[in-house]
Each structure stands twice: as structure tokens, then as C-alpha cells.
């Protein structure tokens, strides 16, 4: 009898339930905006604002779970230039876990002869996928980005953000229509 507490004890270790891990999950998308571009004020002229976004989310295991990981951007404001840059992430699930707040901050660059603080907040339907890694993501997407060095110039915009499935989503389909898949009864 001896050898029963230390018997349950290790059997109670060994049946415990191991620690989930939270897979990262990614996304791109298409961002499409009507922008406001100033110099002395925040917004003195109006265009369209354009661009693709991916990002990285660690932390995620269920909608209502906080999540954080790095960004990038590449597009343009009213066709005049090229805007790439980067930073940081943070998903804030709502009560209703499939359309959390996404907050991101980070550097940005024009045309890379400057350096500008960027800032987003996107809302929008961007649920927790249980069977993979990519995450839908398609809502409203309100940002700005302001001058720190080596220009001039500020933007502001709002307007949509558009999952790259759904632009990618013709061209797989023609694809599987050209190729069909063989007949597994041949």
C-alpha cells in the first residue's frame, strides 16, 4: 500500500491535460481607401489610397483571445508614389468574438527618401480558424501616417480592407476548371 499515493500521483501528472500551444495565424489583403494628404494641414487634397497588408498573429487559440505579432504594408497614395513599411499588431476580441478591433503602429516609408509614424485600426469580420493557419479577414480600416523625417506630408484615410482569397479566388477557380482533377475511378 505503500506505493499507491505515489501511484496516483504520477498517474494524476501523467493524465493532466497538456498546455495548448496557439498556432500563429496570418492573413494579406487588399486595402482600398479614399485618403486626405496635407502639408500644413491634415487634409488638403483628396485621392485614392491603395495597397496590400499581411500580417502575422501569435497568442490566438479561440475568437475570444488576444493576439499580437508584426505587419507589413506596400501601396501608394494617389499614384504618386510608393509606401512600404512595417511594426506591430494587436487584436482586441469584441463580445462577439468574430469581428475584433486590430490596432497596428509602425514605421513607413515614401518612396524610401523618409521616415513616418503609421497607425491603423481595422473592424471587421476576421474569425479564429480552427482547422488552419490563414485567416479571413475583410472590414473597414481607418489610418494615418504622419512625417518624422526627410519630407513632408501627412495622409489620412478610410476605407476597405478585402481578403486576398477573395481576389485570388477567381483565378484558383479557372485554374481548377482548366485542370481537372483526374477521375479516381480511371
Request: net charge negative; aromatic share 12%; charged share 15%.
Amino acid at each position: 500500500m505503500r506505493g499507491t499515493p505515489l501511484f496516483a500521483t504520477l498517474l494524476a501528472i501523467s493524465s493532466g491535460a497538456a498546455h495548448a500551444h496557439a498556432e500563429p495565424e496570418w492573413n494579406v489583403a487588399a486595402q482600398t481607401s479614399l485618403c486626405g494628404l496635407g502639408t500644413d494641414s491634415v487634409w488638403q487634397k483628396t485621392g485614392f489610397c491603395g495597397g496590400f497588408r499581411g500580417d502575422v498573429l501569435f497568442g490566438r487559440e479561440r475568437n475570444a483571445d488576444f493576439a499580437l505579432g508584426p505587419y507589413a504594408t506596400f501601396g501608394t497614395a494617389t499614384f504618386s508614389d510608393v509606401r512600404f513599411g512595417g511594426g506591430l499588431s494587436l487584436l482586441l476580441p469584441t463580445l462577439d468574438g468574430d469581428f475584433p478591433v486590430v490596432l497596428s503602429a509602425g514605421a513607413l516609408s515614401r518612396n524610401g527618401t523618409d521616415l513616418r509614424l503609421a497607425g491603423e485600426a481595422f473592424f471587421g469580420l476576421r474569425s479564429h480558424n480552427f482547422h488552419g493557419s490563414y485567416t479571413m479577414a475583410s472590414g473597414l480600416v481607418l489610418g494615418g501616417d504622419s512625417v518624422v523625417s526627410g519630407g513632408q506630408g501627412n495622409t489620412l484615410y478610410v476605407g476597405l480592407q478585402i481578403d486576398g482569397l477573395w481576389l485570388a479566388l477567381p483565378f484558383i477557380l479557372g485554374y481548377e476548371w482548366l485542370h481537372p482533377a483526374p477521375d479516381p475511378g480511371d
